[in-house]
């Protein structure tokens, strides 16, 4: 079916090939760079994003689940896809037919990967998620050396490297970043990490703020898609080439009306005119990711000019004063992220009125709402 929805996320291609430039340009030559592509690129396309990587050279991707990795694989991206969750029994056989590398944290995952290894009478390159203060997935340090010595001992297993990951390196200063990085590095002793033994830690966050960080892999998932961890901070304290956001949102106007001072506006006449107000109609609400929490908060852009949300915000509309803006008609554009002529509203503007990351935005407004793709 081809039919055209009111709203469009606008996906910059360039940008994405900017961005991958500028972040690789700041890792040491040798150290390998892959880009997390998970949760559909931050709401950017899984297989677009990775195709653009991919042309740029990029030979390494990132995915949280076994079916991510399978649709990449079907899409014809070549190179290494990281699955960082593990994976359901039933599923084993995926990474050896799609040759997936799975990142396990358990025994119990080896022990099944190499059954399947015995059967299928093929090897599989696992790598382990140590958690060296994320406290989240992975063994802890204290636990590696055993866990890589036993995993090492089973059939079919090739042991390929460790990741663990910084859960405060988007605060640049953060000594914490740093003890937790010697706790990585540490690793290195414990086992006969040979060469070709990969590891890796830096997130986004770490390559910008931490270049020690590097190691023989980054992982940069944010920052390809032209965000900085921390935010505006970020976009303020840049020295170098700036990262370009790729994603726009756009929609129209479906109707225009003007109501006298006292008007109540939408649910719960939350919000109220105090004076005669004009008032444009988007086809947009929290069904297609524009969170409630930004009702009578939020704004969008109309003939360049911002115009506030006002009221709350519906499951298929939302209402935005339109007062002072000249001639706005049904049909007119509306951005609500990106750029019209000289205004900008960010991922990061709504994500601070949201109480939350551009991280969130872009996976709520990209992933709810057909994508286009430009050059
Ligand atoms: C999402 C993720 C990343 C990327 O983090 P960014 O802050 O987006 O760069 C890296 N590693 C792991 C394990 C992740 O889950």
Redesign the pocket.
Known sequence: MTCNSFNKIIINRSALRHNYTVLKKRVPAATRF?A?V?ADA?GHGMFEAAAVFQCEGCRDF?V?ETFEGVCLREEGIEGNIFV?LGFDSHDVSLYFEHDLIP?IYDIRSAEILSAEAITQNKEIEVHVKVDCGMTRLGVFPEQFEEFVAVIKSMPGIKYGGY?S?FPR??EPDSSYTSEQLLRFTALRTCVDNVPGIVAHTA???G?LYFPESSCDMV??????YGYY?DGKAGVLRETESRLLPAMTFKSRVLQVKAVPAGTGVSYGHTHSTTKKTKIAILPVGYEDGLSRSLSNRGEVLVHGKRAAIIGRICMNLCMVDITGIESVQAGDEVVLMGTQDQEVISGDEIAELMGSIS?EVLCLLGNNNERKYIE
Do not use: E, T, W
Not at 219 to 224: A, F, K, M, P, V
């Open positions: 892959l997390m998970k931050y990132g949280a960082f990142v990741a990951h390196a988007d997130n986004s966050g390559i992982r940069s998932g944010i920052g390809l961890p991280y």
